[in-house]
Structures are given as structure tokens and as C-alpha cells.
């Protein structure tokens, strides 16, 4: 389970852009130009600190409608804790979640908190939500 909050973690912080928690950091992309071949991601050398706005990172209205909508879910009693409290609504992200509730995060909220604004990744983001279960792709 403690892997699993890990994977969430960076997967959340990616996602919602958390400055400082990340996973998309400058020398990640400096990377890319030597891993694979994606110009749009890569940083100019003439701005060697800009980073390009990336389609997998949501703007601070999309935050706010995650956080917003994060703040509303409750679940019956023995299920998850009360999420609500996590939820950090000057800064737009999460705390002190424990690893169960990433747990229940990962299985049954990713693909409906960002599924809606992340279309062509959708299908990553369920397979990555479905890690626990046997899961077969249709043909």
C-alpha cells in the first residue's frame, strides 16, 4: 500500500502541477531531448529555465473545480475518512491523506476526477487506477 501512495502521490502532484512536489521538474525535461523525441516538452536552450505548459497539467480553474469537488465527496462510514479535510483549497492540493485513502483514490477516483480534461490520456489513467485488479484489454 505504501508504493501504491507513492505512485498517487506523484501522480497527483504531476497532475495538479504542485510546485516543488513534481515529478516534472527542469531536469526531467532536460532529459527528454536525449530519451525521446518530443520537441513540445523539451526546454529551449535560448530560456534554459522556462518550461513549456504541458497538456497533462491542469490551469488553477481546473484546480479549483478538482478541489471543489474533492471537498464534496463523502462515503459511507468505515469506507474512506473524510477526504474534505485533506483538501487544501488556498494552496489547491492535498495533505496528510493517508495510504488507504490514496488506495481508494487510485482505484475509484482518478479516471472520474481527471478523466473529463485529460480525453487522450484517459485510457492511462484507468489502466493505472485498475492496478490491483486482473484487467483485460477488449480487442
Avoid at 518530443?38 to 504541458?54: F, I
Avoid at 477526504?83 to 489547491?92: A, F, H, K, N
Wanted: charged fraction near 30%; glycine fraction near 2%.
Amino acid at each position: 500500500m505504501h508504493i501504491e501512495k507513492n505512485v498517487f502521490d506523484n501522480i497527483f502532484n504531476t497532475v495538479m502541477d504542485i510546485k516543488g512536489k513534481s515529478k516534472d521538474n527542469l531536469n526531467a525535461r532536460k532529459d527528454l531531448a536525449i530519451i525521446c523525441n518530443h520537441p513540445e516538452l523539451q526546454v529551449d536552450e535560448r530560456r534554459p529555465n522556462v518550461m513549456p505548459k504541458v497538456v497533462y497539467t491542469l490551469t488553477k480553474d481546473k484546480k479549483k473545480k478538482v478541489c471543489e469537488w474533492e471537498k464534496c465527496l463523502r462515503f459511507p462510514d468505515g469506507y474512506a475518512s473524510n477526504l474534505s479535510r485533506c483538501v487544501d483549497m488556498t494552496e489547491l492540493r492535498l495533505h496528510g491523506m493517508k495510504s488507504h485513502d490514496c488506495h481508494i483514490f487510485m482505484q475509484k477516483l482518478i479516471p472520474v476526477a481527471f478523466g473529463r480534461w485529460f480525453l487522450s490520456m484517459w485510457s492511462a489513467l484507468t489502466e493505472v487506477s485498475l492496478c490491483s485488479r486482473s484487467y483485460v484489454r477488449p480487442l
